[in-house]
């Protein structure tokens, strides 16, 4: 199992997860005990401040990598906590496993995020967290930072001495993040989080997919500039006459991969309403036609395209002559049960 530490006493160990792509990862972040004379430290908690033994970051690995992780916990202290950056399954889906090795842990989350999650948090103990909470852990020193954006409960961890933040999904190791607007997920927070990120001058960023970057401040710029560039195309074409989700993703991301424009419409919504929230949109455009655009319009049309320019150039007829008698098979099939009224 590979194994990275920095800061000292500060692991990150890359862990299966059912993530998005590029990524199949989930970085597991521990802080433990350097020394054995922070094993007598209790766990405390209070407004301000949490002390414990042991931390661990967002327990994302999937069921094949239960063992590991169940291993893992077991070699840490008891008087463990469990940081969640936020909710989603690659972030959270091995709390089983912490609580099989551990049902002692505490997860300290934010309020949002533990509504959420709700019973997937399988009776571990839990404390809501917001932003300027300060944790203890073994002589290690970190502070929460409330970091809205990724989704309305997104939170990071900062570690003081070294200046290393933990960004969760703030920041990835290759392209940029998502931001999920069926989460509370905007992107007014994103860039007022990248920018108060910038302000905290970090030294080294650990995101949860992918490597360590050591050139933070340039990344939290290159995304900042990233997204006001790809908003004033997206801009562009709305002014240029584009009104449907199909139209503006045809246009503004014309030079991506077809295969990837399904993707790309999640950027394109959050666009569009920040665009309406600073007021910016053209007179006629109308959002809630561009969001009744988003759905089974904009597949239709999509697969049509991806049918004409895409997949004949590649020989992929084969591919849709196989679905063409999947489809007669299934409907020859229904036929022959009996159960037509029931589809």
Request: aromatic share 10%; with cysteine; hydrophobic share 40%.
């Amino acid at each position: 199992m590979f194994c990275q530490e920095y800061p000292p006493g500060v692991l990150v160990i890359p862990m299966l997860s059912r993530t998005l792509k590029p990524f199949c990862k989930t970085n597991l972040v521990i802080s433990a005990p350097t020394s054995s004379r922070f094993l007598d430290a209790d766990v405390n908690i209070n407004d301000s401040t949490f002390t414990g033994q042991a931390l661990i970051v967002d327990p994302g690995c999937s069921v094949p990598t239960y063992n590991e992780l169940v291993a893992i916990v077991r070699l840490l202290p008891k008087k463990l906590f469990v940081f969640l950056t936020h909710h989603h399954l690659d972030h959270t889906e091995g709390l089983p496993a912490v609580k099989r090795a551990n049902s002692e842990a505490i997860v300290i989350a934010h309020e949002k995020t533990l509504k959420r999650i709700g019973p997937a948090l399988y009776g571990i103990k839990y404390v809501s967290v917001t932003g300027g909470t300060k944790l203890l852990i073994s002589g290690q020193r970190f502070e929460i930072i409330a970091a809205p954006g990724h989704t309305d409960g997104h939170l990071c961890l900062f570690h003081l001495e070294t200046r290393t933040l933990v960004a969760g999904d703030h920041c990835v190791g290759e392209g940029s993040s998502i931001v999920d607007g069926n989460s509370g997920g905007n992107l007014h927070d994103y860039m007022n989080t990248s920018h108060r990120l910038l302000e905290l001058a970090p030294k080294v960023v650990v995101p949860m997919h992918g490597r360590p970057n050591l050139l933070p401040l340039q990344l939290l710029k290159g995304y900042i500039k990233h997204r006001q560039t790809r908003e004033a195309t997206i801009l562009k074409a709305i002014e240029a006459g584009a009104t449907s989700a199909f139209a503006i993703v045809s246009s503004a991301y014309k030079q991506t991969n077809i295969l990837l424009w399904p993707a790309a419409l999640i950027n394109v919504k959050v666009h569009v309403d920040h665009l309406q929230r600073q007021q910016k949109l053209p007179q006629g455009f109308s959002v809630e036609k561009f969001k009744r655009s988003c759905g089974l319009a904009f597949k239709v049309r999509w697969f049509a395209r991806f049918v004409g320019s895409y997949a004949f150039q590649r020989n992929a007829w084969r591919l849709l002559v196989c679905l063409a008698a999947i489809f007669f098979v299934w409907y020859k099939w229904g036929q022959g049960s009996g159960e037509e009224e029931e589809w």
